[in-house]
């Protein structure tokens, strides 16, 4: 079994069970209010707000009389993107199918283990491999039953990055979960929606996911040119997500947002499609369509924003 006492603890401090689809879609909207509380309260204190500043929770959709089987979601990474592929999920499948959304909050920042590893500090990756195994082992103790297998999707892009280690890690140590599990990937589904219709698409993500080449690799192997910013808007790109989307300060993130497009039309115009390749991008987005300058609205506007989110999701329809 995995021991260690220098990992924080991924116990969900609480807990929510619901019966049906509506009443959980309806109780997003007050969990959404109460991240946005404890951000509010962090930043009172001139403490940072982090995914790490939220709490570990299980929120459960448990119908009477599913009819397909159960379909996990391991968030947290940060709990605002979480809930937002809970709601989608909900909507997408009714009170069709058990939904489990774990927010894995405690698991430590992917972006920080990534550069350190491609500086050659690899001692956090095991960790974190250690700490998002625990997560799923953790997560599949709410599945009701205990025969069919579990449809499974790790809805932070950087994540995927450690997903064959942890499969392994599982693997050894819990094999009766790793036996159930079915995971659906973010990045395989981007790529096979891709093959089919594009061919330069921008890739929006974070540092962990554009080190970690988690989309870049798989794009290069079958053949799909791409862009990415360049360094100095990839930073900017980094504080609209980690100073904005997930610290609730719209106004920053949309701020940011616009500069960045501003610049990078000035760079580059010439790509038929977006992967947003984090799960803050496609709010962050949707909030530019909206508030932003009519030169990056019309950009975004002509373009298909591909979220990887969506696409697993519709995946798992195709499957049942």
Known sequence: ??????IPSLKPQTEHFFDNAQQAIAATIEWKQQLYAIAQNKKLLSQPVEDQSYPNEAIVLRPKKPQAPPLLLLGGMGPLAGLGGFKLACETFQNNREIILFQACAVPNRTTVIQ?????????????VMMLAIAIQEAMQYISNSVEPVETIVLCNGAHYFLPKVMQQLGLDYPQIFSRLLLISLIDTTIEYLQQRFSKPLILCTTATRLGRVYSQRLEEVGIAYSEPNTDLQWILMQSIYQGVKTFERDFACKLGEMFFDELLKLEASVDCIIAG???????????????????????????????????????????
């Open 1 to 6: 079994m995995l021991l260690n006492n220098t």
């Open 116 to 128: 350190q590893k491609t500086q050659g500090v690899v001692d956090g990756e095991a960790d974190l």
């Open 278 to 320: 984090c799960t803050e991008i496609p709010l962050l987005l949707e909030w530019l369509k909206t508030s932003s300058e009519k030169q990056v609205k019309e950009f975004l506007l002509k373009l298909e924003i591909i979220d990887p989110v969506k696409l697993a999701l519709d995946s798992t329809v195709k499957s049942l």
